[in-house]
């Protein structure tokens, strides 16, 4: 376990032994102080260590590997417009995330930066890379179809990083990226980064790690600090009047719902739209355009309500984000971990509220069991749920898939990318 700088005093970014240029970037975007991921991650990438790095959504891992890798390029060997970099991420938008913040960082460096995933135009990206790209971002499907084609060439590989590894092995990526690791050169830096370190991480990270240092900034299945957590009992067919009553009557103004299915996220959004509540649906089956223009209707105010599913929410950067709601709790503990860091980000505090029916108290204890804490109940006067109502199994009958089941590579890999704005907190570098 890497010790690294004391958890509790502050450390600038100048103390890191990051370039000149790089220093410049964080500057101008008003970053002082260095996270607890950023503090450990940064020197010991700079030495060339293969790490093995677990941090939750919204503590700057991004930063965290993205600022030693272009400092890592710009003294390395001279290898212009050759692909020297590689990063995948699970679906889009954490790729155009991460893209975003290579570009963002980089400014005052020589490098082309490409993000590469499906739902787009494969052409448009051919044409990029063959005028020549430094640092690539990608999901692992349409990176095999571009290797398939013959259409990129990964030979100069210098540094591997893999983002939200857990989640790249839950969507079914593991035999992809297994395709992608034997084109690789075999003496390059790899950097894994998890939100928790399961067994097969663990396995991944022994066939593809050389001595790795290890750094873990949160307790495993710990949401970050800030998050006030709550429980709204509630019987399964009041939810969407439940959700309604509450946006309206506590005037929230900006708020991300999670359903586990897109059609339960159309038909949810439907109906709050008939409730006069202004909102938006994103998830697989949206189209790139029609997914950015409800991302960016949403930051701006125009959307009050967003709902989406897990795959389409991962990634999303969104700025001081005040409310979550879980309409539907998650099937895998850790993916409720990952719903309410949408917000509490950048060191704001954020509020996160479920609403949960008898047939998902089994899914509420498991999440309480990986909390290691009871979360708070609230009874809501008028929606008290009926105690004679009894559970009903949570299957596929009921539109319902349980998470843990394996999506194929085609479909995991066709989530639309929005843009994401690098925000948050400006003493801190969150992006």
């Excluded at 607890?36 to 990438?45: G, H, K, L, M, S």
């Excluded at 290579?102 to 490409?114: D, E, K, W």
């Excluded at 008028?382 to 009903?392: L, N, S, V």
Aim: hydrophobic content about 35%.
């Amino acid at each position: 376990m890497s010790g690294g700088f004391g958890a509790n005093i502050p450390v600038l970014f100048n103390q890191l032994g990051l370039s000149a240029e790089l220093l410049r970037a964080v500057e101008e975007e008003g970053y002082l102080t260095a996270t607890p991921i950023q503090q450990q991650a940064i020197p010991r990438i700079l030495e060339g260590r293969d790490v093995l790095a677990g941090a939750q959504t919204g503590t700057g891992k991004t930063a965290g590997f993205t600022l030693p890798m272009l400092q890592r390029l710009q003294y390395g060997t001279a290898n212009r417009r050759r692909i020297r970099a590689l990063v995948l991420t699970p679906t889009r938008e954490l790729a155009a995330q991460v893209a975003d913040s290579v570009r963002c960082y980089g400014r005052h460096l020589p490098f082309r930066a490409a993000v590469i995933y499906g739902g787009v135009s494969i052409n448009t990206q051919i044409d990029k890379l063959r005028k020549g790209v430094d640092v690539v971002v990608a999901t692992p499907g349409r990176l095999l179809d571009h290797l398939q084609q013959g259409t990129i060439d990964l030979r100069a590989i210098e540094i591997l990083v893999l983002d939200e590894a857990d989640r790249m092995l839950d969507m079914g990526f593991i035999r992809d990226i297994r395709k992608i690791l034997k084109v690789l050169p075999s003496e390059r830096q790899n950097l894994l980064f998890s939100a928790t370190f399961s067994q097969e991480i663990r396995r991944l990270a022994a066939d593809l790690l050389d001595s790795p240092t290890e750094i873990s900034v949160a307790t495993n299945g710990k949401p970050a600090e800030g998050i006030d957590q709550v429980v709204y009992p509630v019987d399964r067919r009041r939810k969407q009047e439940l959700l309604s009553h509450t946006i309206t009557t506590q005037d929230w103004r900006q708020v991300l719902v999670f359903t586990r299915t897109k059609h339960g996220a159309n038909k949810l959004a439907t109906q709050l739209e008939t409730d006069g509540l202004t909102t938006a649906a994103i998830h697989g089956n949206k189209s790139q355009a029609a997914r950015n223009r409800a991302l960016q209707d949403f930051k701006s105010g125009r959307v009050r309500v967003l709902v989406a599913t897990d795959v389409a929410a991962r990634g999303l950067d969104i700025e001081r984000l005040p409310h979550v709601v879980n309409y539907e709790l998650p099937h895998v503990p850790e993916d409720y971990v990952h719903r309410i860091g949408r917000t509490a980000r950048a060191g704001h505090k954020g509020h996160a509220v479920s609403l949960v029916c008898v047939d998902e108290h089994k899914l509420l204890a498991d999440i309480e069991k990986l909390l290691q804490t009871k979360i708070s109940k609230k009874s809501i006067p008028g929606y008290e749920p009926d105690p004679r109502i009894q559970a009903e199994p949570l299957t596929k009958g009921r539109g319902q898939r349980p998470a843990g089941k394996k999506k194929s590579r085609r479909k995991a890999s066709r989530s639309a990318s929005p843009k994401n704005s690098n925000g948050g907190g400006r003493r801190a570098a969150y992006c």
